[in-house]
């Protein structure tokens, strides 16, 4: 299920099992966002699984889609998205 008027920001999946690890993306409002969440994500002890960046359509994103990816201390993988319109 994805939460937003436009397009979802806030996705919740219901269809993973207990226990499995879950991925939740967070829409930021710029560029900058998406690195201070990185940073701020890794110095609170989170493992750095994809430095901030803009992301290759050739692997299936759209164009302009700027994201940074962390997993969280349960091993859930945290991102934070931001796309040009």
């Known amino acids: 299920?994805?939460?937003?008027?436009t397009y979802p920001i806030f996705w919740i999946d219901r269809l993973h099992p207990?226990?499995?690890?879950?991925?939740?993306a967070f829409a930021a409002r710029s560029r900058a966002e998406?690195?201070?969440?990185?940073?701020a994500a890794v110095q609170a002890g989170g493992?750095?699984?994809?430095?901030?960046?803009?992301r290759d359509?050739?692997?299936?994103?759209?164009s302009g889609y700027d994201?940074?990816?962390v997993l969280d201390p349960?091993?859930?993988?945290?991102?934070a998205l931001y796309r040009e319109r």
Not at 1 to 5: F, L, N, P, T, V
Not at 47 to 54: K, M, Q, V
Not at 57 to 62: K, L
């Open 34 to 39: 998406v690195d201070a969440f990185h940073a």
């Open 57 to 62: 359509t050739a692997q299936g994103y759209p």
């Open 1 to 5: 299920m994805g939460y937003s008027i």
């Open 47 to 54: 493992i750095d699984n994809g430095p901030p960046g803009l």
């Open 74 to 79: 349960d091993g859930n993988n945290m991102e």
């Open 67 to 69: 994201a940074a990816f």
């Open 18 to 24: 207990h226990g499995v690890r879950q991925h939740t």
